[in-house]
């Protein structure tokens, strides 16, 4: 199993930045790739960001160029870096990795940015 703890998120206000942290533990051997999903009030999950193991990335359109994406480090932690905060980033992030064993989640951390 691998247990996942998300940290960082706040209020910030438009144009600022955060890092969200991704803490795991346990079987992190088996991670397949990091992912950041975001929801919303009202709105379905949307992927943001992810990493695959051999490094390569990916960004959903509305947060290209603004946010990025980094792997499990030595500290077992891996970040999502996030700039140019809009208010429409504000939501719940969550940290998500595959495994062969199945998908696994993190909490979630609250992002909230003003206008």
């Known amino acids: 199993q691998v247990q996942l703890v998300e940290s960082g998120g706040g209020l910030v206000q438009a144009g600022g930045s955060l890092r969200l942290s991704c803490a795991a533990s346990?079987?992190?051997?088996?991670?397949?790739?990091i992912r950041w999903y975001r929801q919303a009030p009202g709105k379905q999950r949307e992927l943001v960001a992810v990493?695959?193991?051999?490094?390569?990335?990916n960004f959903a359109d509305s947060v290209n160029g603004r946010f990025t994406i980094s792997g499990i480090n030595a500290k077992s932690t891996a970040y999502l870096q996030m700039n140019s905060l809009k208010p429409e980033d504000t939501a719940v992030y969550y940290c998500?990795?595959?495994?062969?064993?199945?998908?696994?989640w993190g909490q979630g951390t609250q992002v909230t940015v003003s206008s």
């Open positions: 346990g079987a992190i051997f088996s991670i397949n790739a």
């Open positions: 990493i695959t193991s051999g490094g390569s990335t």
């Open positions: 998500n990795a595959p495994t062969g064993f199945g998908d696994y």
